[in-house]
């Protein structure tokens, strides 16, 4: 899998201060941005399983697999 398709978005983050969380979906792509640089990617694999990436300010800062099947 691709780490740098995960930190592909659309338009730019939600502007700092936003207190609702942004939501994109993209076929196998799932963003929330959490406001303050913090961005949360759900990716869907072609197997269904999830992998879950946290960025702050664009820095990748963890790669996580998750429980669950989409």
């Given amino acids: 899998m691709n780490s740098k398709k995960a930190m592909e978005r659309g338009p730019g983050p939600a502007p700092r201060g936003d207190t609702a969380p942004t939501v994109l979906l993209r076929d196998d792509l799932h963003v929330v941005d959490l406001g303050a640089g913090v961005m949360l990617d ?21 790669e996580l697999r998750t429980a669950g099947h989409a």
């Fill in 42 to 62: 759900v990716f869907v694999n072609v197997e269904g399983r999830l992998t879950t990436f946290i960025s702050v300010d664009g820095q990748l800062i963890a």
